[in-house]
């Protein structure tokens, strides 16, 4: 489609980072090459190591380091695109990222940050994303809200070079987007996925807070503290991983929480990038008034506790606080949650934070 003359919503605030990683080549390459796929140039593979000690691992999950803490990726959901005609722009930025307060690492990006932007259209709207491969390797933009031939629509893109997709956003929802690249559980461990939220055409029941939480897992070759971790190829394949977290950064809702008023309505709309390990959904202290699993947005079960989300699925998730006070989000699997997949939710003037 020719998109000359048109102006595109601008999402990318990327900034050119170092060189995609180069990863050591092993004398396992040629066997992993035969049975995950040709990778590109670059996209060699190491083996698996020890990365740190015990008290590094858990010093690295803290989220108060040196005195500073990182900014928090916004987790409030944008507003719907305005016009007929819903655009963005999506560019691949190779860029070194903390993840951890104090750890970091070399991430293939969706305009330059994990996750990437929140795309948030409304249901029946045409959408169409122009996609750009700014790293050193082919990659593809994949993305669960689009009915599409995908063996065309999520092709592999060359260094240097650009597509469009274009589809009509006929499912409403929570919906996760990824890399699917050859082999896709490295791509996405790298960095690459984010979240498209497809606002119904019949309303939902009005929400006073809305929140975005994508959540997925970090595979590190290296501690990420004295240099920049890359990923243990190894490790994903057999679903181990370092951090675990909600929109990119270990524990960053913890001090950095997210406000709500007592008795208003507060909307989660969860996605799991995965690439491997389910979430699940938990908020301490209520219960959920509503949960919406996938795009049926026209049902809904009641007095939920937890839910799972599975890789590559998303959940909307209603729930009031009564009360003023600190209560918390996390994922119940509570392994992942120690590793960094929990916040807190302040409730009205209450202060503090939740962990577990």
Same mark, same amino acid.
């Given at each position: ?124 709207? %045409?959408?169409?994303? +122009? *996609?750009?491969?700014?790293? =050193? ?5 994949? $993305? /669960?809200? !689009? ?93 181990? %991983?370092?951090?675990? +977290? *909600?929109?990119?950064?270990? =524990? ?5 929480? $997210? /406000?709500? !008023? ?95």
């Amino acid at each position: 489609m020719d998109t000359r003359g048109r102006e595109p919503q601008r999402l990318d605030g990327a900034v050119q980072g170092p060189p995609a990683v180069q990863l050591e080549a092993t004398s396992r390459r040629n066997l992993l090459l035969g049975s995950l796929g040709a990778l590109s140039a670059g996209a060699l593979l190491r083996p698996s190591r020890s990365s740190a000690a015990a008290p590094d691992r858990l010093r690295r999950f803290e989220h108060a380091h040196g005195g500073r803490s990182l900014l928090p990726f916004p987790a409030h959901l944008p507003p719907p695109v305005g016009g007929p005609v819903a655009r963005f722009e999506i560019t691949v930025v190779d860029r070194t990222i903390e993840i951890a307060p104090g750890v970091r690492f070399r991430a293939w990006t969706f305009n330059g940050t994990v996750p990437g932007p929140v795309l948030h259209v409304r249901q029946g709207q %045409p959408v169409e994303i +122009t *996609f750009h491969n700014r790293g =050193n390797m082919a990659h593809s933009f994949d $993305l /669960h809200a !689009a009915r599409v031939a995908a063996g065309t629509a999520f092709r592999d893109i060359p260094p240097g070079k650009s597509m469009t997709l274009s589809f009509t956003a006929h499912d409403p929802g929570v919906f996760v987007y990824h890399c699917v690249t050859s082999p896709a559980v490295m791509h996405i461990a790298m960095g690459m996925y984010g979240a498209m939220v497809v606002t119904p055409a019949k309303p939902m029941p009005v929400a006073d807070h809305q929140f975005v939480l994508v959540g997925s897992e970090w595979y590190l070759y290296g501690t990420g503290q004295e240099k920049p971790a890359d990923v243990d190829f190894d490790k994903a394949l057999d679903m181990r %991983p370092d951090i675990v +977290t *909600f929109n990119g950064v270990a =524990n960053q809702y913890v001090d950095h929480a $997210l /406000h709500v !008023a007592p008795g208003k309505l507060a909307r989660f709309y969860v996605g799991n990038a995965g690439p491997n390990l389910p979430i699940p959904f938990h908020v301490v202290g209520t219960v959920f008034e509503r949960v919406y699993l996938d795009s049926d947005v026209t049902n809904w079960i009641s007095g939920v506790q937890t839910t799972s989300v599975a890789p590559g699925a998303g959940a909307i998730f209603d729930v009031r606080f009564q009360q003023p006070g600190a209560n918390g989000f996390v994922n119940h699997a509570f392994a992942n949650a120690h590793k960094g997949a929990q916040g807190t939710i302040l409730v009205g003037d209450a202060t503090g934070r939740m962990t577990h």
